[in-house]
Nanobody, 115 residues
Framework: QVQLVESGGGSVQPGGSLRLSCAAS????????MRWYRQAPGKQREWVTS???????SYTDSVKGRFTISRDDAKNTMYLQMNSLRPEDTAVYLC?????????WGQGTQVTVSS
C-alpha cells in the first residue's frame, strides 16, 4: 500500500517562500514519476510540476522560474520549493504518483498567500 503525506504548507505574504514535502511509504517512490498538483477553491485540480526517476523536471508556465521540484530517493521524499509566491498560488497542494495498481494521492497541504 502506498501512502503519500504532504507537509510544509502555511500562510505567507506575497513574495514569500515555502517548502513543501511529500513523504512516501512503500516501494513505488524510487521507480515512479512524482507530481505536485494544486486545487484552489471553486477551481479544477491543476498539475503544477513533475520529476521523473532520472530527475527530469517539468513545470506549468505560471510557476516556471519560481518553483523548484526535487526528490530524495534515499528518504522517499519529494520537495517543492516555492519562491516569489503570489496570491494566485493559494490552493491545496497535493502530491501524486502512479503505479501498476493505480494512482495515489496525499491528503494535501494548504498554501495561502495573502497580505
Amino acid at each position: 500500500q502506498v501512502q503519500l503525506v504532504e507537509s510544509g504548507g502555511g500562510s505567507v505574504q506575497p513574495g514569500g517562500s515555502l517548502r513543501l514535502s511529500c513523504a512516501a511509504s512503500g516501494s513505488i517512490f524510487s521507480v515512479s514519476t512524482m507530481r505536485w498538483y494544486r486545487q484552489a477553491p471553486g477551481k479544477q485540480r491543476e498539475w503544477v510540476t513533475s520529476i521523473t526517476i532520472r530527475g527530469t523536471t517539468s513545470y506549468t508556465d505560471s510557476v516556471k522560474g519560481r518553483f523548484t521540484i526535487s526528490r530524495d530517493d534515499a528518504k522517499n521524499t519529494m520537495y517543492l520549493q516555492m519562491n516569489s509566491l503570489r496570491p494566485e498560488d493559494t490552493a491545496v497542494y497535493l502530491c501524486n504518483t502512479a503505479g501498476a495498481a493505480g494512482s495515489y494521492w496525499g491528503q494535501g497541504t494548504q498554501v495561502t498567500v495573502s497580505s
